[in-house]
Protein backbone atom coordinates (compact mmCIF):
# COMPACT_ATOMS: atom_id res chain seq x y z
CA UNK A 1 0.00 0.00 0.00
CA UNK A 2 1.69 3.06 -0.84
CA UNK A 3 0.28 6.14 0.70
CA UNK A 4 0.29 9.86 -1.17
CA UNK A 5 3.97 12.03 -0.83
CA UNK A 6 2.43 14.54 2.02
CA UNK A 7 1.68 11.30 4.21
CA UNK A 8 4.91 9.72 4.04
CA UNK A 9 6.59 12.52 4.88
CA UNK A 10 4.15 12.84 7.63
CA UNK A 11 5.20 9.14 8.79
CA UNK A 12 8.75 9.88 8.31
CA UNK A 13 8.69 13.06 11.00
CA UNK A 14 6.72 11.32 13.38
CA UNK A 15 9.79 9.42 14.69
CA UNK A 16 11.71 11.94 16.72
CA UNK A 17 14.96 10.14 15.94
CA UNK A 18 14.50 10.94 12.59
CA UNK A 19 13.64 14.44 12.95
CA UNK A 20 17.03 14.77 14.62
CA UNK A 21 18.25 13.20 11.90
CA UNK A 22 17.06 15.78 9.84
CA UNK A 23 18.21 18.58 12.35
CA UNK A 24 21.44 17.22 11.70
CA UNK A 25 21.58 17.39 7.98
CA UNK A 26 19.91 21.24 8.11
CA UNK A 27 23.67 21.97 8.76
CA UNK A 28 25.00 20.67 6.20
CA UNK A 29 26.09 17.45 4.41
CA UNK A 30 27.14 14.11 6.56
CA UNK A 31 28.06 10.56 6.13
CA UNK A 32 26.03 7.95 7.84
CA UNK A 33 28.54 7.32 10.52
CA UNK A 34 28.78 11.03 11.57
CA UNK A 35 24.51 11.24 11.74
CA UNK A 36 25.35 7.88 13.84
CA UNK A 37 27.76 9.58 16.64
CA UNK A 38 24.90 11.05 19.12
CA UNK A 39 23.17 8.20 19.06
CA UNK A 40 22.97 5.05 21.34
CA UNK A 41 22.33 3.23 18.27
CA UNK A 42 24.18 0.94 15.77
CA UNK A 43 24.57 1.87 12.06
CA UNK A 44 22.51 -0.49 10.73
CA UNK A 45 19.47 1.12 13.13
CA UNK A 46 20.31 4.90 11.61
CA UNK A 47 20.81 3.34 8.11
CA UNK A 48 16.53 2.17 8.81
CA UNK A 49 15.91 5.93 9.35
CA UNK A 50 17.62 7.08 6.80
CA UNK A 51 15.87 4.80 4.15
CA UNK A 52 12.60 5.93 5.70
CA UNK A 53 13.60 9.79 5.32
CA UNK A 54 15.30 8.77 1.63
CA UNK A 55 11.83 7.26 0.81
CA UNK A 56 10.06 10.13 1.79
CA UNK A 57 12.39 12.57 -0.71
CA UNK A 58 13.62 13.83 2.92
CA UNK A 59 16.74 13.36 2.23
CA UNK A 60 19.34 12.68 -0.58
CA UNK A 61 22.38 10.16 -0.43
CA UNK A 62 25.46 10.74 -2.62
CA UNK A 63 28.44 8.75 -3.34
CA UNK A 64 32.32 9.79 -3.01
CA UNK A 65 34.71 6.38 -2.85
CA UNK A 66 33.57 4.23 0.07
CA UNK A 67 31.33 7.24 2.11
CA UNK A 68 27.49 7.65 1.50
CA UNK A 69 27.31 11.36 2.54
CA UNK A 70 23.63 12.53 2.81
CA UNK A 71 21.81 15.77 2.23
CA UNK A 72 18.78 17.76 3.00
CA UNK A 73 16.21 17.71 0.05
CA UNK A 74 13.92 20.23 1.49
CA UNK A 75 11.20 19.76 -0.39
CA UNK A 76 9.27 18.26 1.20
CA UNK A 77 9.00 20.06 4.20
CA UNK A 78 8.28 22.81 2.17
CA UNK A 79 4.70 21.11 0.97
CA UNK A 80 3.93 20.28 4.53
CA UNK A 81 4.34 23.75 5.66
CA UNK A 82 2.36 24.89 2.67
CA UNK A 83 -0.09 22.78 4.64
CA UNK A 84 -0.15 23.55 7.73
CA UNK A 85 -0.24 27.15 6.73
CA UNK A 86 -3.43 26.52 5.78
CA UNK A 87 -5.22 26.02 9.08
CA UNK A 88 -2.76 29.01 10.33
CA UNK A 89 -5.83 30.75 9.58
CA UNK A 90 -8.48 29.10 11.20
CA UNK A 91 -6.51 28.74 14.05
CA UNK A 92 -5.94 32.38 14.28
CA UNK A 93 -9.63 33.30 14.16
CA UNK A 94 -10.24 31.11 16.44
CA UNK A 95 -8.03 32.49 18.94
CA UNK A 96 -9.68 35.62 17.91
CA UNK A 97 -12.63 34.93 18.81
CA UNK A 98 -11.80 33.50 22.21
CA UNK A 99 -10.32 36.55 22.98
CA UNK A 100 -13.44 38.69 22.10
CA UNK A 101 -15.08 35.86 24.47
CA UNK A 102 -12.89 36.04 27.05
CA UNK A 103 -12.91 40.23 27.08
CA UNK A 104 -16.69 39.84 26.50
CA UNK A 105 -16.66 38.06 30.09
CA UNK A 106 -14.36 39.84 31.72
CA UNK A 107 -16.86 43.00 30.66
CA UNK A 108 -19.55 41.28 32.29
CA UNK A 109 -17.93 40.47 35.60
CA UNK A 110 -16.46 44.12 36.11
CA UNK A 111 -20.56 45.32 35.27
CA UNK A 112 -21.40 43.14 38.56
Given at each position: ?????????????????????????????????????????????????????RRAGLIEQGRRAQWRPCQLD???????????????????????????????????????
Amino acid sequence: MRADPLSNTLAALADPTRRDLLARLALGEATVTELAKPFDMSLPGISKHLRVLRRAGLIEQGRRAQWRPCQLDPEPLRKVAAWVEQYRRFWEQSFDRLDDYLRELQGTEEGQ
